[in-house]
């Protein structure tokens, strides 16, 4: 992967920038309909998320939710909140569009883990970190694997496995399963929290079974220590 990873970061560059002037025409017609349905939100959807070297950047999508998240007091539900055109941009995967502009900017590859919540920095143990070891992808081996439907140790398992594989020849082919997949609309999940609990819940609640079965050996002894007060404390809504 040494010598590969230069080239690779090369090449999806000069591809992001001639595919970025193709789907221009289209980000340009979805940001006017969701401006049309929503007037007083942005077009674009930011927030931060952990890339290469466990450094922050912030990932652009489409937005596809209402703002605000709150009126006259009451929290709206995810169902609420959802824009009629947000549904089609999910189930398109329209709402990726946009993180092109987050490569030309280095911050993220076509291909590689998809890049997680901040606030999942202090649940990973020393090898799940391996998957900041490369750029952030738009698609990756877990999502071509499974992407929803599976675990958060299936999905960082696969990650680690990726990078430990990563070649032009995986690459091609995690590029033609997630081609087959958009086109398919497989796998795709509009609301991902009706199938997995966020990670840094899942990874806390793990930790407490371990107090209460007083377990001797801890099933995660290599857990990496971040400065949480640094860290996101004000988790938004929309998650990949």
């Given at each position: 992967m040494t010598m590969y990873y230069p080239i690779?970061?090369?090449?999806?560059?000069?591809?992001?920038?001639?595919?970025?002037?193709?789907?221009?025409?289209?980000?340009?017609?979805?940001?006017?309909?969701?401006?049309?349905?929503?007037?007083?939100?942005?077009?674009?959807?930011?927030?931060?998320?952990?890339?290469?070297?466990?450094?922050?950047?912030?990932?652009?999508?489409?937005?596809?939710?209402?703002?605000?998240?709150?009126?006259?007091?009451?929290?709206m539900s995810y169902d609420d909140r959802m824009l009629k055109v947000g549904h089609v941009i999910r189930k398109l995967s329209l709402d990726e569009l946009p993180q092109m502009i987050n490569i030309l900017k280095g911050d993220m590859s076509f291909i590689g883990p998809r890049p997680l919540l901040v606030e999942y920095l202090p649940c990973y143990n020393k090898k799940e970190l391996r998957r900041h070891d490369v750029k952030p992808g738009i698609s990756g081996w877990a999502q071509v694997n499974g992407r929803n439907h599976l675990s958060w140790e299936e999905r960082f398992a696969l990650d680690v496995e990726y990078i430990e594989k990563c070649s032009?020849?995986?690459?091609?082919?995690?590029?033609?399963?997630?081609?087959?997949?958009?086109?398919?609309?497989?796998?795709?999940?509009?609301?991902?929290?009706?199938?997995?609990?966020?990670?840094?819940?899942?990874?806390?609640?793990?930790?407490?079974?371990?107090?209460?079965?007083?377990?001797?050996?801890?099933?995660?002894?290599?857990?990496?220590?971040?400065?949480?007060?640094?860290?996101?404390?004000?988790?938004?809504?929309?998650?990949?």
């Open positions: 690779k970061s090369m090449i999806e560059w000069i591809f992001a920038a001639m595919l970025f002037l193709i789907v221009l025409p289209i980000l340009l017609i979805v940001g006017i309909l969701i401006k049309i349905e929503d007037p007083t939100g942005p077009v674009f959807f930011i927030q931060e998320r952990v890339g290469k070297d466990n450094k922050l950047f912030n990932i652009y999508k489409l937005r596809s939710m209402r703002n605000p998240m709150i009126i006259n007091g009451q929290e032009v020849l995986l690459d091609i082919k995690i590029t033609l399963m997630t081609i087959q997949k958009v086109l398919m609309k497989a796998d795709i999940v509009e609301k991902e929290v009706d199938y997995i609990l966020a990670f840094d819940e899942y990874r806390k609640r793990q930790w407490e079974q371990e107090k209460v079965t007083n377990n001797v050996t801890p099933l995660f002894t290599q857990a990496v220590s971040f400065d949480s007060g640094s860290l996101v404390q004000n988790r938004k809504s929309e998650m990949q």
